[in-house]
């Protein structure tokens, strides 16, 4: 095959590539991106992002069967919608979570991993201050309570039921303590994370100046695209103003 045959199959191979990137680009529009409506969703759960030290126990109030744990909480913005990533070390009732948004179903889903591997999906809503997720079908029922008590103390109730007519029943409840934090000392000042607006402690710099995210999913993000996420910043943070001005 001379050079220049050779030059024009890979021209046309180069093409045929670029129609099927615009193509797939074309038939799904939010390929690569997150629907804002479902990050803002989440964003109720930036008080739980972060890591936390935890105990467990089968029995309020009772240390008999009664476990260590640690957790983080963190932003994960590597699908093509953002989520919440949970993941648990030396956990007795869950290994790994996966907290997204269905904003057409106006639902929360977690995809719950159990340490001996199996998984679970919950669905369900925010109840005041709790999110409460519970399992489909009409057999053995689990549901899971995250209760939100301030930004230094998080519960996680993990019940379950025989049939979808009965009554829930206790398995544990893990209490959790912010990691590296007192519950006698009182918070306050801590930055904004350019991502999220939640609570933020770690630095991250561009063009010279320091910013804050509150988590690595976060960190990924802003790394990814600076200017995008600082445009966005700037965008909330004009809002934020112009609703103290009128009162709002």
């Not at 029995?59 to 069967?65: T, V």
């Not at 744990?69 to 070390?89: L, M, N, P, R, T």
């Not at 039921?161 to 029943?169: A, K, Q």
Request: charged letters at 20%; aromatic letters at 8%; hydrophobic letters at 35%.
């Amino acid at each position: 095959m001379s050079k220049l045959c050779r030059t024009s199959y890979l021209h046309v191979g180069a093409a045929l590539l670029l129609l099927g990137l615009v193509g797939d680009s074309l038939a799904d529009p939010q390929a690569g991106q997150s629907d804002p409506a479902v990050r803002e969703a989440l964003q109720s759960l930036n008080p739980v992002v972060g890591g936390w030290r935890g105990v467990g126990q089968p029995r309020r109030g009772s240390n008999a069967g009664a476990w260590s744990e640690k957790a983080e909480f963190s932003w994960d913005f590597s699908g093509k919608q953002a989520a919440i990533k949970y993941v648990v070390d030396k956990g007795k009732l869950a290994a790994e979570g996966v907290v997204t948004y269905d904003p057409a179903h106006k639902q929360y889903q977690m995809t719950l991993k159990s340490p001996d591997g199996s998984t679970e999906t919950l669905t369900g809503s925010w109840d005041k201050n709790q999110l409460v997720l519970t399992s489909g079908g009409n057999a053995a029922q689990q549901r899971v309570t995250v209760t939100l008590l301030n930004e230094k103390r998080t519960l996680v109730l993990f019940e379950e039921r025989g049939s979808s007519d009965g009554n829930f029943n206790r398995v544990a409840e893990v209490g959790y303590t912010r990691a590296g934090t007192r519950l006698a000392l009182p918070g306050g000042g801590q930055p904004e994370c350019v991502v999220t607006g939640g609570a933020a402690s770690i630095p991250v710099s561009y063009k010279g100046k320091t910013y804050y995210v509150c988590c690595t999913g976060c960190k990924q993000a802003f790394d990814d695209d600076p200017e995008g996420i600082l445009a966005e910043y700037e965008a909330r943070l004009k809002q934020a103003r112009e609703k103290a001005a009128s009162g709002g």
